[in-house]
């Protein structure tokens, strides 16, 4: 259904850590997907596509939006949020969208150190409401 979603699982999957596994938090009628991953844990071929940069110190943020009243039907929104590690460090994360056919989804990178722990906060506005997605993340560089 996502490619590119599917495509990062596959990766994360791959390679031995379940810490990669998509993660869902569902706002009224919202579900939201989101997965961080080092960049390096997608192909050439995929970062070029999207023209993303593999480094063993970026990660990926990817998100999608579903309407659950729409048979979780793919939704529009803007996207804007920080990362900040436990030493306060704060990053913003600039997000582009990307559309599949009917699949939509938000893509931002970020700089992580080896073990680092990040606490990301997105605003998630689409035309009926905003919603805070926060989640925590441990970056490993391989």
């Given at each position: 259904?996502?490619?590119?979603?599917?495509?990062?699982?596959?990766?994360s999957?791959?390679?031995?850590?379940?810490?990669?596994?998509?993660?869902?938090?569902?706002?009224?009628?919202?579900?939201?997907?989101?997965?961080?991953?080092?960049?390096?844990?997608?192909?050439?071929?995929?970062?070029?596509?999207?023209?993303?940069?593999?480094?063993?110190?970026?990660?990926l943020?990817?998100?999608?939006?579903?309407?659950n009243?729409?048979?979780?039907?793919?939704?529009?929104?803007?996207?804007?949020?920080?990362?900040?590690?436990?030493?306060?460090?704060?990053?913003?994360?600039?997000?582009?969208?990307?559309?599949?056919?009917?699949?939509?989804?938000?893509?931002?990178?970020?700089?992580?150190?080896?073990?680092?722990?990040?606490?990301?906060?997105?605003?998630?506005k689409?035309?009926?409401?905003?919603?805070?997605?926060?989640?925590?993340?441990?970056?490993?560089?391989?």
């Amino acid at each position: 259904m996502f490619k590119f979603i599917l495509k990062c699982l596959a990766f994360s999957f791959l390679l031995h850590s379940s810490a990669y596994a998509e993660q869902k938090k569902d706002f009224d009628d919202l579900s939201v997907h989101y997965i961080a991953l080092p960049t390096q844990f997608l192909s050439p071929e995929v970062a070029h596509q999207y023209d993303i940069k593999r480094s063993k110190y970026s990660g990926l943020i990817n998100i999608s939006v579903l309407d659950n009243t729409q048979q979780n039907k793919a939704q529009h929104a803007t996207l804007s949020g920080t990362g900040r590690n436990l030493m306060g460090q704060v990053s913003q994360l600039n997000f582009t969208e990307v559309r599949e056919g009917e699949a939509i989804y938000y893509l931002a990178t970020y700089p992580f150190l080896n073990e680092e722990i990040v606490n990301f906060k997105i605003k998630i506005k689409t035309e009926k409401k905003i919603n805070i997605l926060k989640f925590q993340h441990k970056f490993y560089v391989n």
